[in-house]
Structures are given as C-alpha cells and as structure tokens.
C-alpha cells in the first residue's frame, strides 16, 4: 500500500504495472481515469483502476487530502 498527500491545490498524475484500488481517506479529492472527466472521489469507497491506466488525483478542497492505493495482490482491508 501507497499512501499520497495532497495539499490544497496539488495534483499528481501516475499509472501502475498492476490492478489497483484507489480509496479517499480524507479531505476533499477528485480523480480522473483514462483522460476521462474528473469526478469526486467518495470517501472511504474503492475505486478500481485497471493496469497501465493513467489516473489523475487532484485535492480541491481547503485542507490536505488522503488517497491511499493498494496495487495487486489486492489487501484484505
């Protein structure tokens, strides 16, 4: 497992070599999926993203944000 932290405004773009689930732990984030439209990330929701798929996070909200991924082999959690 990955855990990534965003302050108010910051962005981070990456892809993995492997399935993963992508899970908001706090704040306020939005994803966007294979240059598809941002969307809101609910919190504490697994987001499945396919392998070699770029995937952009952004914190749009007023304090730092939380997004934890957990690549293959999925964790029990």
């Known amino acids: 497992m990955a855990s990534i932290i965003l302050g108010p405004g910051e962005e981070f773009e990456h892809q993995h070599e492997s ?12 994803i966007s999926i294979g240059g598809k439209p941002e969307r809101d990330m609910p919190q504490n929701e697994s987001i499945r993203i396919p392998a070699k798929t770029p995937h952009r996070i952004r914190n749009d909200g007023p304090d730092y944000g939380i997004v934890d991924c957990y690549h293959e082999p999925l964790s029990h959690h």
């Open 19 to 30: 399935d993963s689930e992508t899970i908001l732990r706090r704040g306020s984030v939005k």
